[in-house]
């Protein structure tokens, strides 16, 4: 709260200021003034909550003063001071609805009961005035709701409009969206004041609603004569809001038809998305077409995904190509279908988690992309996506050539006892660690187990068939002597060679 303290005498005035706990009574701004007419110039700019004001002063009285005072500033709370208590005085002090006529010489208790007597007049006024706006808010988004709603009740619209002063006859309309630019105000704040900031470039009635966090909906009503300066008005609000974008929907001439207004400025701004380097969206051909995302992408993405992956980056160039083109989709779907693709591509390659820091399991994928907020950041969060992949399968492919020709080594000699993950490893020029780090990428299982394990394989399949002995198959397996065969068959199996060729011999 703010007070003002008019007296011509320095010393009632500094008393005050300095006896008085102005925080108890929620003043937090005080002025001084030493007489009536600077009082009253102070208080043009000042716009105090109270005045603490002497009666009899130079240049003008306390009674004059406060007389001027409240023409101009009605909701103002005042407390005369004098050391005169003259009927007259009490008169005008009465007349003028005076919190309290306090004696002079000051007595600081009855000052203090007087201050927070006017404090608490001034809360009780703060609450109402609240209360009664936020009531008119609440009228005026009804109102905006049933306008741009497609069959508006006549009726109430018209009971709406004239509790809000609404005009609905001889006026055109137009409905406008506003998307804050980064770094701005909170989107309600942006329709603040924003039609006396119109006044010089058109005279309108403004309602307006936030329906979503990034966006301000707003409905102009505004005469016939003034249409033509409706491109300046658009202007005025790009400058008044630098960074922010502008959605202007159809101009209509009934009330009943600002659906149609509204349902384009929709359309208009969703081009926002597409086109993050324009700022001023309004109504083409294109816009007015009922689009609808192509419900074939899916299954074309799903025949690439898992028939030709190496072609992922390029399809996914060309699907942002076909959006841009086709920019009037709307957004929804368009997020919706980038989730869709996001979570069938990291399903199918679940190493490229981590890959974008904030994704590292599938519940993150749409909250992430929801994040993105035009076509721009969604291809840059997919394009550096599709190229580690890419990269990654030329990788992979390369490795996948020497894994198979390690393969079809070993199955031409595996017998030779000397065959190891080191001679292996020479023949390929190759390290047997590096061969080993491939092995377990490509087959999680190290060279030397797929080693060992093709030869067991191979001895089950010579044991089955009941023919050559024990030591003769260790030998064409590649084990040195039976018994080192006998070792690692029994701990591979849980038996013995000899065991496990009865078993299945059983079993024929």
Known sequence: MKILIADDEDYTREGLIESIPWQEYGIDEIMQAVNGAEALKIA????????????????????????????????????????YMEIEYLKSAIRLSAVDYIEKPIDLEVVQEALNKAAAEIRTLQRSREAAQTGRQLQQQKLFRLLTSKEPDRMTVEKLAAETGFPLHAHHYVCLILLPGNGEERPEKLAEGLQEKLADCLSCRLIGFSPEKDRVELLAAFPEKEQYRLSSAFRRILELFDGCRLGAGMEVRDYKAVYNSYRTACAAINCAFYQDDRRLFQ????????????????????????ERPDGLCEWFENLFTQLRDKRYYKKEQVYSLMTSLMTAVYRRFPELYGVCPQILKEEQIQPYLLELKNLTELSGFVRPLMTHLESRRREQSGHNRVIRGVQD????????????????????????????????????????????????????????????????????????????FAKVFRDATGMSPLEYRKENEGGK
């Open 44 to 83: 043009g700019w000042f716009r105090p909550d109270i005045v603490l004001t002497d009666i009899r002063m130079p240049q003008m009285d306390g009674i004059a003063f406060a007389d001027r005072l409240m023409r101009e500033n009605p909701d103002s709370r005042i407390i005369f001071m004098s050391g």
């Open 409 to 484: 080594y070993i199955a031409r000699h595996y017998s030779d006892a000397s065959l190891s993950v080191t001679t292996i490893a020479e023949q390929f020029r190759l390290s047997p660690a590096y061969l080993n780090v491939l092995f377990r990428q490509e087959l999680k299982v190290t060279l030397k187990q797929y080693l060992s394990a093709y030869r067991l394989d191979m001895a089950k399949r010579l044991l089955d068939q009941g023919y050559d002995r024990v030591a003769e198959i260790a030998e064409q397996c590649g084990y040195a002597n039976a018994n080192y």
């Open 283 to 306: 109504i083409d051909e294109g816009i007015l077409q009922h689009s609808v995302v192509d419900p074939g992408i899916y299954g074309e993405f799903l025949h690439v995904l898992s």
